[in-house]
C-alpha cells in the first residue's frame, strides 16, 4: 500500500517527444507534480535493438523511481512497443509492486474504431514500433476489421531533436513517407501519429496528406485515458501528490532543452541535468 500525497507522476521519453503528451496530460490534470526525464543524449530510440531500448527505458524507469514517482507513463511509442511488457511483467513485481508503468499505444488501440470510417487506417512510427508490429497487433484485438498499414520515418525524430521541424529540409522527408505510406494503401482515411515526437510536424504532415485524409495526434487520447485510470485507480490517485510542481530533467544540454523544450510544451522550461 503506497502512502497518500507524496509521490509525483514520472513522464520519460527518448528526448522531446514526451513533452507533447505531457502538454496534454496537463490540460486534464495539472493539479498532479510532474517530473519528466528526456534521454536526450542517447535519442533516437527508434533506430535501435530490442535490448537496447529495453535497457534504456528500465534504467530511466529506475530514476524515475528514485525521483518519488509513484506512476510513469513512458511517452514513447517505441520504448512502449519495446520495453512496456518486459518491465511490467518481470522488473515491476521485484523493483516496485505497488507502484505503476503505463505506455501510450494501448490508450490509442483501444479507440482505433473511432479513427477511421472506412476501417483504412495508417500509422507513421519509428522503424522500431513499426518492426515491433505493436499497433497491427493490439488493434487487431479490439478492432479486427481494421485494415493497419504502417509506415516508419527514420528521418522525422532527428528533424524534430534538431530543431529542424519548421525547415523547408523537412518538407522532402514528410512528403516522402506520407507516399509511402499511400503507395501501400491508397484507401487510408486516417493516419494516427504514433510518435510523440510527431505532433511537431503536424501542420506540415496535414497540408501534405491527400484532401480528406484526417490526422490524429495521440496527446489528447493519452492523456484522457490516463484521467479514467486515475479515477479507477484511487490507490495511485491517493498516492500522489497535489501541488503543481513541474521539474524537468535531461540527460544532454540543459540549454538545449530548455529552447528546444519549450516550443514543445508551448511555456518556458527550466531543466536539470541528470545520469542514467
Ligand atoms: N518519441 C519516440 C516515440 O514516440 C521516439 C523517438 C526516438 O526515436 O527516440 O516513438
Known amino acids: 500500500m503506497l502512502p497518500q500525497s507524496t509521490y509525483n507522476i514520472g513522464i520519460f521519453d ?3 517527444g514526451g513533452l ?3 502538454k496534454e496530460i496537463l490540460s486534464v490534470a495539472p493539479q498532479y507534480n510532474y517530473v519528466y526525464l528526456g534521454d536526450n543524449a542517447r535519442a533516437p530510440y527508434g533506430t535501435r535493438s530490442f535490448e537496447t531500448v529495453y535497457k534504456y527505458t528500465l534504467e530511466a524507469v529506475r530514476k524515475l523511481f528514485d525521483l518519488d514517482c509513484s506512476l510513469i ?14 518491465i511490467q511483467q518481470h522488473d515491476l513485481p521485484l523493483l516496485a ?4 508503468v503505463l505506455g501510450v499505444i494501448r490508450p490509442c488501440t483501444e479507440q482505433a474504431d473511432s479513427f477511421t470510417h472506412n476501417k483504412n487506417l495508417g500509422i507513421f512510427a519509428t522503424k522500431g514500433t513499426v518492426n515491433s508490429q505493436s ?3 493490439e488493434i487487431r484485438k479490439f478492432s479486427p476489421d481494421i485494415s493497419v498499414t504502417s509506415q516508419a520515418c527514420p528521418m522525422w525524430v532527428p528533424l524534430v531533436e534538431n530543431g529542424e521541424a519548421e ?4 518538407d522532402f522527408f514528410v512528403k516522402k513517407e506520407i507516399a509511402a505510406l499511400f503507395s501501400q494503401n491508397n484507401s487510408i482515411d486516417s493516419v494516427l501519429l504514433g510518435c510523440t515526437h510527431y505532433p511537431l510536424l503536424l501542420s506540415k504532415i496535414q497540408e501534405f496528406v491527400p484532401a480528406g485524409v484526417r ?3 495521440q496527446g489528447h487520447i493519452v492523456a484522457q485515458s490516463l484521467h479514467r485510470y486515475l479515477n479507477r485507480h484511487q490507490e495511485i490517485e491517493q498516492s500522489l501528490l497535489q501541488e503543481r510542481k513541474r521539474v524537468f530533467y535531461t540527460t544532454d544540454s540543459c540549454e538545449h532543452f530548455n529552447a528546444i523544450g519549450s516550443t514543445f510544451i508551448g511555456e518556458p522550461i527550466s531543466s536539470q541535468k541528470i545520469s542514467l
Open 14 to 16: 527518448s528526448g522531446y
Open 20 to 22: 507533447t503528451i505531457l
Open 73 to 86: 507513463i513512458i511517452a514513447c511509442n517505441t520504448a512502449s512497443a519495446k520495453a512496456l511488457r518486459s
Open 97 to 100: 509492486p505497488e507502484k505503476r
Open 135 to 137: 499497433y497491427e497487433i
Open 167 to 170: 525547415s523547408e529540409g523537412a
Open 215 to 217: 490526422v490524429i495526434n
